[in-house]
């Protein structure tokens, strides 16, 4: 498949150029500096027209590409991803660099430990460009929920329209990218495959566990997982191979060991349940046809296809979800007092006065609905009725998947209801039509499942995503029906 | 179930954010919204449903009670803009 894009006046092709690329810089064909000097002088213009970044570190990319260009010349092994352009979901924190998730409550905030899964890309030889735009603290879906005077990422399809969120910038970075570059990105309801879909690009929200989260900035600790974003399923399986793992400072990563996903699972006819509710009448006509025809396709491919129904997640996800989400929330956000690191303002009256002040003028219209919505459902009085009845019912979809996967091994869904919204339509949503909007999303997240979206067709222009669902772990499965999917 | 004003203005409080009228207002309206949607939770039967605070079950990990170095007392002092004399300076609590 190829997309042009609208507004860029760059073509972007799924063909697995980073693996070429990669090869290339390896065996010293290609210069790391000249390459990426070249990456940033390109981000830089597609950063005017597009605002994915919230803090540029080039300096940074050049410094690292310069180091791989030496370990190249000692014949020294500069790693995996030696060259590639890496952006970074503002939320991860990185030693020395700005990092606020998009919150101006961390304005200012440059940390002293840099987040596992960046280390990790960084040794295997990444060179980090940018931080990107993102809703704060990941609070939306259309990465307009953005702190003041951050910025909101355009859609480089169209760019009146939104890139999806809250990891808008990753997505709107890699679609509009015409160098080699993978994004780090972090989703807790749908955050990665979400802005994936709507850009057109492919996005994994890995297993619970699967990749470390130290040094992500909190939003909700038992939903939030680490992802990386591409041009394509073979690099994403790539960036995922070089994140994932266990890590002593993360007490909930696994330590099951991590597959060379690149290389992709073989399966014999692979068993597909379609989601009866996912094509239910609040979704896109435009999307579902295109949906369907791209599964239609994997059963031309071999897969057998059935049909599953899973109404206590379709029902109940989005509470459930919101609930847990908000309330894990109002926790992490009460750190933010204007004392120890970030915003803060001059030292007047009491401690709850001081706080009060600091937190009122720096959180966000979103954030400060999500605190009061999770203060007030953990609550003596409404905790049992909201809280933890929301942890009973994530019991119960959990549940439904386990019995979904004893009789298929993917599921799939379209990836968002819906092609990416004009930012004029989400400005009339409310905050209640907003969380609806991740109807689709939510299930697999609350259940800690793997899940990856693939863009299969165009409707009135712009992109839309093919969601598939794995089991616990089986993300390497994903990737082959990804392929699969890609090659149909 | 009715949110009333006193409600959000209580929530706001112990979570120290300052509202002014107006916001206690969209947030009140926001709320009922929100709550009475949510509330469907309650249609399904949750009896003897324990709950899930992780999607996958999580075990205790222990290490050696060894001390190790983390960060100096002077990086931590960089990132704020409240500090003497090598501590922090918070506001008043008496």
Redesign the interface.
Known sequence: MRLTLKNSGTTMSNKAMLRNYINEIRQGNVSAEEALKKAITSAQSLNKKFHFFTTPTYDLAAKQAHDIQHMVQNHREPGTLAGVAVSVKDALCISGIESCAGSAILKGYKPLITATAVTKTINAGGCIIGKTAQDEFGFGGFSVNVGHEFPVPLNPHDTTRSCGGSSGGAACLTAAADFPHVAIAESTGGSIVNPAAFCGVVGLCPTYGRVSRFGLIDYANSLDKIGPVGKNVEDVALALSVMAGHDQNDATSSTLPVEDYAKHATANKIRVGVIKESFGEGSDEAVRENVRAAINKLADAGCKITEVTLPTTYTYGIPSYYLIAMSEASTNLSRYAGILYGASEPLAGGFRDYFSAVRTKHFGTEAKRRILLGTFARMTGWRDQYYTKALQVRQLIIKEYQHAFSTVDVLATPTMPFIAPKFSEIKDMTPLQNYMTDILTVGPNLAGLPHLSVPCAQAKGMPVGLLLTAPHFREDLLFHIGVMHEQA | MPITKD??RS??K??????TEQ?VDQ?MA??Q???D??????D?D?TN????????P?A??L?EDIAKQG?TPE??LS????TSKGY??????L
């Open positions: 409600t959000i929530v706001a112990t979570c120290c954010l300052e509202l916001e947030f926001d709320f919204s929100i709550l949607t949510f509330s469907k939770l309650n399904t949750t449903v324990p709950p899930a605070f992780h999607p996958l999580i205790d990990v290490r960060c990086q931590a990132l704020s803009k409240h922090f300076v918070g506001p008043k609590t």
